[in-house]
C-alpha cells in the first residue's frame, strides 16, 4: 500500500476511511488450534456470533453458516459457548483440511 | 426482547481486523452495546486497548463518528461534542428532530483513576451523555499495571507478588457507588455473559435523558492469565460468586438483576487466573480469607439497598 | 458606529464574546482572567448570548470541552491563565493537532512556585512550541482587536489552528480604558459565518479523529500540522488590514515605533511596550536615536520581518517577560539573535528579563537600558550579554 505524504493527508489527523480494518486479516495470527463448524448439529442460537472477538462467524441470511477464517483468531471461545451437547462448533488442529467456512 | 439473529443483521459499528487480543472482551461487549440504539451515534474513546487497537492508522475498525483525544478526558470531550449539539440545534444549524447519541469510553485506568474527575464533572453538569468503563481491573493497554480496580491481592506490575508482597494491598474502589452519589438518572453494572441484561442496561442508558452510566466486566486473557477459550464462562463466575454484581439504580433506586441460586466461593474465581496464583501459598491464605470477606460485604450492603 | 465605552482588559474580552457568539464557551476561573468567565456566565444568564456556556471541573475538561465541541463543527472559545494554561498544556497540544481553530484569551501570570497571581509571560511562552498562534497585546484596545481578528485568523481554511491573545494580568486584564467598542451587527460581520471542516455532528460522514499512528505517519502528520500555522502569515496581514479598513485601527505582525533614524533600539512586547513608548519619547527629546520594536505576534514567527527592521541598529535590547532556565537566552531574545544570523549587517544584541511576577517595569527601568545600548553602540562591546531589570542583587 502506497503511504501518502504529508500533503496528500486529510487535515487534523482524520481518517476519513470508516471500518477500513476488515483488510487486516486477523486470521493470520491463528496458531494450533481452529474452529470447525457442524451445520447439522447447529441449533442457531447464535451464542458464537455474539461471543466472537474478531467478528468471525459467518452469518448469511439470517442463519450461523460457519467460520470466516480470514479473521478467526482460534480462541475457542465459540466452541465452549456453543451449547449443543454434541457441539456444533469444535476446535481441531490447524492443519486439518476444512472447506471454506469450516462446514461439515 | 431482542433476538440475536436481529442483532446480527444489524450493521456493525466496529468491524472485524481490529488488532485486539485473542479471546478478548472488549468487542464483545461493543458487538452488545453499540446494537442498543439505533440512532445516529458519535464516541469519544479514552486511551486504552480499544482506542489504540481499532484505529492504528491508516486503518480505522470504526464504521461511525469516533474521537480520541487522550486518556484522561474522554467524558469531557464527549460533553464538548454534545455541547455543540445543544449550542447548534438552538441555533437552528441541527434540525430540531435531528437525535444523536453522545458515548463516552474508558478502560478502568481512564475511569477510575486518571479520568475520575472529568468523569464526575460531565455528569454532574447534567450532559446528556453516555458513558461505558469497561472495567478489566488493569492498564492492559500498557502492560499491565494496577488501576483502582485491580482486586485485593491480583498481581500486577505496578503492585507485583514477591517475597515481602501478596500482589495489590488494596481493596478495589466502588466506582459504580460513587457514580450513583452522583444523584443521576441511571447507573449499572453489567457483563457480557448475561448479554440480553447488559443489552437492556445499554438501552436504558441511551434513553436516559440527561447522564447515564454503565459499568461493564471486561474479560482480559492477556493480563488476568486465564485459558483464552473460557472467558464467557469466566465471567459467570464472576456473577455466581457475586464477585462483580449484576445490578443498576434508576432515579436512586437500587434493584439487583441477578441472583445466583447458588453463591459461589470466590476461589473459583481466583483459581482460574493466572493473576492470583501466589494466593495460594501458605502466607498469603489470609488474602483469600480477606477477599471472601470483602466480597460477601458488598453483596450484603447491595441487599440492604435494594431492600431484599 | 463604535462608542467608546471603559472597559478593563477583562471586560474588553467579554465584551467581545458577547459580539461574537462563539457556539460553546467552556472555562474555568483563575485570577486574573475569572472576570472573563464570569461574565460570559452572565451574559448566558440574561440571555444575551445565544451559544452554550460550560463551566467545567477543571482547565484540563475546559480545553477537552472545547476541543470536543470544535471537532464537533462550530466556534468554540475559552479563557484562561497560569496554571489553568499549565493544567491544559496536554491538551493544546492535541488542539492544535486536531486542527482546531479554538480561541483562548490568556490573561498573562506568573506560574508557581512561588505561586503568584501577577503578570508575566511565563505561561504563554511555556506553550510556545504546542503548535498555537500567539498574539500579544498592548493595551485593552488591541486585547479586544485582536481578540476578534482571532477567529479569522484560526478559522481561515489554510490556518485552522488553534490562537491565544495574551493581555497582560492586572496590568490590562484589570485596568481601565476607554476603549472603541465597534457594533455588534459589524463585528458579527467582521467575524462571519463559521465553516465547519469535517465536522463530528454531520453522522452521514463517519470518520475516526484522533487516531494512533506509528512511526510510519506521526511525522507526516505533524509536518501537516505544521503547514497550518506556516500558512498563518498573509492571513494575520490581510485580518489586519481588513480590520484596519473596517474600524479605522490597522495591524500586522510588528509595530515599528520611532524606528526611521534609530540606532538603538528596544525589542519588548505586551504592555510594557506602552511605557517602553513614554521612554522612547523622552529619549528622543534628549536627542538620543532611539526606537521600540513591539512584536504582535509571537508564532508565527516573523523572523525576516523583525531581522529587517533590526539589521541596521548598532545595539539592540530585547525583553522578556519570562525566563528560560539554563537556555542561551529568554525566549523571544533566542529566537531574534537567530533570526539575525543571516544578516551579515547586524546588531549587538543583549536580553534583559523583566517583570516576573508583575513586578513594575517603568521609564526609568527602560532608560537604564538605552544607557547601556548606547554603551554598547559607542564602544562595540558587549559586557553583560544576559540580565535582569529592577531586580535586588
Ligand atoms: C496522561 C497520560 N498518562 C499515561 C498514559 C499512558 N497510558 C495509556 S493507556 C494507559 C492505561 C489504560 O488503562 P485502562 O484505562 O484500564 O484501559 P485498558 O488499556 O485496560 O484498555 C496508560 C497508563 C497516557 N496515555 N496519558
Ligand atoms: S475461535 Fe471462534 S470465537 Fe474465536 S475467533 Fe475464531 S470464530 Fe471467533
Ligand atoms: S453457538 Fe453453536 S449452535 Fe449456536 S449458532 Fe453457533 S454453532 Fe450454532
Ligand atoms: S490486553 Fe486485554 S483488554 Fe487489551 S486487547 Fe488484550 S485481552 Fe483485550
Ligand atoms: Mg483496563
Given at each position: 500500500m502506497k503511504k501518502e505524504t504529508w500533503k496528500e493527508l486529510t487535515i487534523?489527523?482524520?481518517?476519513?476511511?470508516?471500518?477500513?480494518?476488515?483488510?487486516?486479516?486477523?486470521?493470520?495470527?491463528?496458531?494450533g488450534k481452529k474452529p470447525q463448524f457442524i451445520q447439522d448439529k447447529?441449533?442457531?442460537?447464535?451464542f458464537c456470533w455474539l461471543y466472537c472477538p474478531h467478528s468471525a462467524i459467518l452469518v448469511e441470511g439470517d442463519e450461523v453458516?460457519?467460520?470466516?477464517?480470514?479473521?478467526?483468531?482460534?480462541?475457542g471461545i465459540c466452541s465452549v459457548e456453543c451449547p449443543p451437547k454434541e457441539k456444533a462448533i469444535i476446535m481441531v488442529k490447524e492443519e486439518v483440511k476444512l472447506a471454506e467456512g469450516g462446514a461439515e | 426482547m431482542a433476538k440475536l439473529k436481529d442483532l446480527a443483521a444489524m450493521e456493525d459499528r466496529l468491524v472485524a481486523?481490529?488488532?485486539?487480543?485473542?479471546?478478548?472482551g472488549i468487542p464483545i461487549i461493543f458487538r452488545i452495546v453499540l446494537r442498543a440504539t439505533e440512532d445516529p451515534l458519535i464516541i469519544a474513546n479514552a486511551t486504552g486497548c480499544l482506542e489504540v487497537c481499532t484505529t492504528i492508522f491508516p486503518r480505522t475498525s470504526w464504521n461511525i463518528t469516533w474521537v480520541h483525544s487522550a486518556f484522561e478526558n474522554a467524558a469531557a470531550t464527549i460533553a464538548g461534542v454534545e455541547s455543540m449539539y445543544q449550542a447548534l440545534k438552538k441555533k437552528g444549524?441541527?434540525?430540531?428532530?435531528k437525535k444523536i447519541r453522545f458515548l463516552g469510553i474508558g478502560g478502568d485506568g481512564g475511569t477510575?483513576?486518571?479520568?475520575l474527575q472529568a468523569l464526575s464533572g460531565a455528569v454532574e453538569r447534567g450532559h446528556d451523555i453516555v458513558y461505558i468503563c469497561y472495567d478489566n481491573?488493569?492498564?492492559?493497554?500498557?502492560g499491565g499495571q494496577r488501576s483502582?480496580?485491580?482486586?485485593?491481592g491480583a498481581s500486577a506490575t505496578t503492585s507485583p507478588e514477591g517475597k515481602e508482597s501478596p500482589g495489590k494491598l488494596q481493596r478495589r474502589k466502588d466506582l459504580t457507588k460513587i457514580l450513583v452519589a452522583h444523584n443521576i438518572p441511571y447507573v449499572a453494572q453489567a457483563s457480557p455473559n448475561r448479554w440480553q441484561d447488559l443489552y437492556k442496561k445499554a438501552q436504558k442508558a441511551f434513553e436516559t435523558e440527561g447522564p447515564a452510566f454503565l459499568n461493564i466486566l471486561c474479560l482480559c486473557p492477556t493480563e488476568w492469565?486465564?485459558?483464552?477459550?473460557?472467558g464467557i464462562r469466566l465471567a459467570q463466575t464472576a456473577i455466581d460468586s457475586c464477585v462483580w454484581p449484576l445490578y443498576e439504580v434508576e432515579n436512586g433506586k437500587y434493584k439487583i438483576n441477578y441472583l445466583p441460586k447458588e453463591k459461589k466461593p470466590v476461589l473459583e474465581w481466583i483459581k482460574a487466573q493466572g493473576r492470583f496464583?501466589?494466593?495460594?501459598k501458605e502466607e498469603n491464605a489470609w488474602v483469600l480469607e480477606e477477599f471472601q470477606k470483602q466480597v460477601d460485604e458488598d453483596w450484603e450492603e447491595l441487599h440492604k439497598l435494594a431492600n431484599l | 458606529m463604535s462608542t467608546l465605552k471603559t472597559l478593563n482588559g477583562n471586560q474588553t474580552i467579554a465584551e467581545a464574546v458577547r459580539q461574537i457568539d462563539p457556539d460553546v464557551m467552556a472555562a474555568y476561573p483563575i485570577t486574573p482572567s475569572t472576570a472573563i468567565v464570569e461574565a460570559i456566565a452572565k451574559f448566558k444568564a440574561d440571555g444575551l448570548i445565544t451559544g452554550e456556556f460550560v463551566c467545567p471541573e477543571s482547565e484540563h475538561s475546559a480545553m477537552s470541552l472545547c476541543i470536543g465541541a470544535s471537532s464537533a463543527g462550530g466556534r468554540v472559545m475559552t479563557a484562561t491563565a497560569s496554571q489553568g494554561l499549565a493544567l491544559m498544556w496536554e491538551m493544546l497540544y492535541i488542539a492544535a493537532g486536531l486542527r482546531l481553530p479554538i480561541v483562548a484569551a490568556i490573561a498573562n501570570r506568573s506560574l508557581s512556585a512561588p505561586i503568584n497571581i501577577h503578570g508575566d509571560h511565563s505561561d504563554t511562552m511555556g506553550a510556545r512550541d504546542s503548535g498555537w498562534i500567539q498574539i500579544y497585546s498592548e493595551n485593552c484596545q488591541e486585547a479586544y482587536d485582536n481578540f476578534i481578528q482571532a477567529f479569522r485568523i484560526g478559522e481561515d481554511l489554510k490556518v485552522r489552528t488553534p490562537v491565544l491573545v495574551g493581555l497582560d494580568g492586572?496590568?490590562?486584564?484589570h485596568s481601565m480604558e476607554v476603549i472603541q467598542v465597534e457594533d455588534d451587527d459589524e463585528v458579527k460581520k467582521f467575524v462571519g459565518e463559521y465553516k465547519p471542516v469535517y465536522?463530528?455532528?454531520?453522522?452521514?460522514r463517519k470518520m475516526t479523529v484522533g487516531p494512533i499512528d506509528f512511526t510510519d505517519y506521526y511525522f507526516e502528520h505533524k509536518r501537516n500540522q505544521i503547514e497550518g500555522i506556516e500558512n498563518a502569515p498573509p492571513v494575520i496581514e490581510a485580518v489586519g488590514k481588513e480590520f484596519g479598513r473596517d474600524f479605522g485601527r490597522q495591524y500586522g505582525f510588528l509595530e515599528e515605533y520611532?524606528?526611521?533614524?534609530?540606532?538603538i533600539c528596544i525589542v519588548v512586547m505586551s504592555s510594557a511596550a506602552g511605557t517602553c513608548k513614554d521612554a522612547v519619547d523622552e529619549l528622543r527629546s534628549d536627542g538620543k536615536r532611539i526606537g521600540l520594536l513591539k512584536p504582535?505576534?509571537?508564532?508565527?514567527?516573523a523572523h525576516q520581518k523583525i531581522a529587517e527592521a533590526l539589521k541596521k541598529m548598532k545595539a539592540v535590547a530585547v525583553l522578556d517577560r519570562s525566563s528560560s532556565p539554563g537556555?542561551?537566552?529568554a525566549p523571544l531574545f533566542t529566537d531574534i539573535r537567530s533570526a539575525l544570523y543571516?544578516?551579515?549587517?547586524r546588531p549587538h544584541i543583549v536580553n534583559y528579563v523583566y517583570g516576573l511576577g508583575g513586578r513594575d517595569i517603568k521609564v526609568e527601568h527602560f532608560k537604564e537600558v538605552a544607557l547601556k545600548l548606547e554603551k554598547i553602540a559607542e564602544?562595540?562591546?558587549?559586557?553583560?550579554?544576559y540580565g535582569y531589570i529592577n531586580l535586588r542583587e
Amino acid at each position: 500500500m502506497k503511504k501518502e505524504t504529508w500533503k496528500e493527508l486529510t487535515i487534523g489527523t482524520i481518517n476519513l476511511d470508516a471500518g477500513n480494518s476488515v483488510k487486516n486479516l486477523t486470521g493470520t495470527w491463528r496458531s494450533g488450534k481452529k474452529p470447525q463448524f457442524i451445520q447439522d448439529k447447529c441449533i442457531q442460537c447464535f451464542f458464537c456470533w455474539l461471543y466472537c472477538p474478531h467478528s468471525a462467524i459467518l452469518v448469511e441470511g439470517d442463519e450461523v453458516k460457519g467460520i470466516n477464517y480470514d479473521y478467526c483468531t482460534g480462541c475457542g471461545i465459540c466452541s465452549v459457548e456453543c451449547p449443543p451437547k454434541e457441539k456444533a462448533i469444535i476446535m481441531v488442529k490447524e492443519e486439518v483440511k476444512l472447506a471454506e467456512g469450516g462446514a461439515e | 426482547m431482542a433476538k440475536l439473529k436481529d442483532l446480527a443483521a444489524m450493521e456493525d459499528r466496529l468491524v472485524a481486523g481490529h488488532g485486539m487480543c485473542i479471546g478478548c472482551g472488549i468487542p464483545i461487549i461493543f458487538r452488545i452495546v453499540l446494537r442498543a440504539t439505533e440512532d445516529p451515534l458519535i464516541i469519544a474513546n479514552a486511551t486504552g486497548c480499544l482506542e489504540v487497537c481499532t484505529t492504528i492508522f491508516p486503518r480505522t475498525s470504526w464504521n461511525i463518528t469516533w474521537v480520541h483525544s487522550a486518556f484522561e478526558n474522554a467524558a469531557a470531550t464527549i460533553a464538548g461534542v454534545e455541547s455543540m449539539y445543544q449550542a447548534l440545534k438552538k441555533k437552528g444549524r441541527i434540525p430540531e428532530d435531528k437525535k444523536i447519541r453522545f458515548l463516552g469510553i474508558g478502560g478502568d485506568g481512564g475511569t477510575y483513576d486518571i479520568g475520575l474527575q472529568a468523569l464526575s464533572g460531565a455528569v454532574e453538569r447534567g450532559h446528556d451523555i453516555v458513558y461505558i468503563c469497561y472495567d478489566n481491573n488493569v492498564y492492559a493497554n500498557t502492560g499491565g499495571q494496577r488501576s483502582s480496580a485491580t482486586p485485593l491481592g491480583a498481581s500486577a506490575t505496578t503492585s507485583p507478588e514477591g517475597k515481602e508482597s501478596p500482589g495489590k494491598l488494596q481493596r478495589r474502589k466502588d466506582l459504580t457507588k460513587i457514580l450513583v452519589a452522583h444523584n443521576i438518572p441511571y447507573v449499572a453494572q453489567a457483563s457480557p455473559n448475561r448479554w440480553q441484561d447488559l443489552y437492556k442496561k445499554a438501552q436504558k442508558a441511551f434513553e436516559t435523558e440527561g447522564p447515564a452510566f454503565l459499568n461493564i466486566l471486561c474479560l482480559c486473557p492477556t493480563e488476568w492469565k486465564y485459558d483464552e477459550s473460557q472467558g464467557i464462562r469466566l465471567a459467570q463466575t464472576a456473577i455466581d460468586s457475586c464477585v462483580w454484581p449484576l445490578y443498576e439504580v434508576e432515579n436512586g433506586k437500587y434493584k439487583i438483576n441477578y441472583l445466583p441460586k447458588e453463591k459461589k466461593p470466590v476461589l473459583e474465581w481466583i483459581k482460574a487466573q493466572g493473576r492470583f496464583r501466589h494466593l495460594f501459598k501458605e502466607e498469603n491464605a489470609w488474602v483469600l480469607e480477606e477477599f471472601q470477606k470483602q466480597v460477601d460485604e458488598d453483596w450484603e450492603e447491595l441487599h440492604k439497598l435494594a431492600n431484599l | 458606529m463604535s462608542t467608546l465605552k471603559t472597559l478593563n482588559g477583562n471586560q474588553t474580552i467579554a465584551e467581545a464574546v458577547r459580539q461574537i457568539d462563539p457556539d460553546v464557551m467552556a472555562a474555568y476561573p483563575i485570577t486574573p482572567s475569572t472576570a472573563i468567565v464570569e461574565a460570559i456566565a452572565k451574559f448566558k444568564a440574561d440571555g444575551l448570548i445565544t451559544g452554550e456556556f460550560v463551566c467545567p471541573e477543571s482547565e484540563h475538561s475546559a480545553m477537552s470541552l472545547c476541543i470536543g465541541a470544535s471537532s464537533a463543527g462550530g466556534r468554540v472559545m475559552t479563557a484562561t491563565a497560569s496554571q489553568g494554561l499549565a493544567l491544559m498544556w496536554e491538551m493544546l497540544y492535541i488542539a492544535a493537532g486536531l486542527r482546531l481553530p479554538i480561541v483562548a484569551a490568556i490573561a498573562n501570570r506568573s506560574l508557581s512556585a512561588p505561586i503568584n497571581i501577577h503578570g508575566d509571560h511565563s505561561d504563554t511562552m511555556g506553550a510556545r512550541d504546542s503548535g498555537w498562534i500567539q498574539i500579544y497585546s498592548e493595551n485593552c484596545q488591541e486585547a479586544y482587536d485582536n481578540f476578534i481578528q482571532a477567529f479569522r485568523i484560526g478559522e481561515d481554511l489554510k490556518v485552522r489552528t488553534p490562537v491565544l491573545v495574551g493581555l497582560d494580568g492586572f496590568i490590562i486584564s484589570h485596568s481601565m480604558e476607554v476603549i472603541q467598542v465597534e457594533d455588534d451587527d459589524e463585528v458579527k460581520k467582521f467575524v462571519g459565518e463559521y465553516k465547519p471542516v469535517y465536522p463530528l455532528l454531520d453522522t452521514s460522514r463517519k470518520m475516526t479523529v484522533g487516531p494512533i499512528d506509528f512511526t510510519d505517519y506521526y511525522f507526516e502528520h505533524k509536518r501537516n500540522q505544521i503547514e497550518g500555522i506556516e500558512n498563518a502569515p498573509p492571513v494575520i496581514e490581510a485580518v489586519g488590514k481588513e480590520f484596519g479598513r473596517d474600524f479605522g485601527r490597522q495591524y500586522g505582525f510588528l509595530e515599528e515605533y520611532r524606528m526611521d533614524d534609530a540606532e538603538i533600539c528596544i525589542v519588548v512586547m505586551s504592555s510594557a511596550a506602552g511605557t517602553c513608548k513614554d521612554a522612547v519619547d523622552e529619549l528622543r527629546s534628549d536627542g538620543k536615536r532611539i526606537g521600540l520594536l513591539k512584536p504582535r505576534i509571537y508564532r508565527p514567527f516573523a523572523h525576516q520581518k523583525i531581522a529587517e527592521a533590526l539589521k541596521k541598529m548598532k545595539a539592540v535590547a530585547v525583553l522578556d517577560r519570562s525566563s528560560s532556565p539554563g537556555a542561551f537566552g529568554a525566549p523571544l531574545f533566542t529566537d531574534i539573535r537567530s533570526a539575525l544570523y543571516d544578516y551579515e549587517e547586524r546588531p549587538h544584541i543583549v536580553n534583559y528579563v523583566y517583570g516576573l511576577g508583575g513586578r513594575d517595569i517603568k521609564v526609568e527601568h527602560f532608560k537604564e537600558v538605552a544607557l547601556k545600548l548606547e554603551k554598547i553602540a559607542e564602544t562595540g562591546k558587549v559586557e553583560e550579554l544576559y540580565g535582569y531589570i529592577n531586580l535586588r542583587e
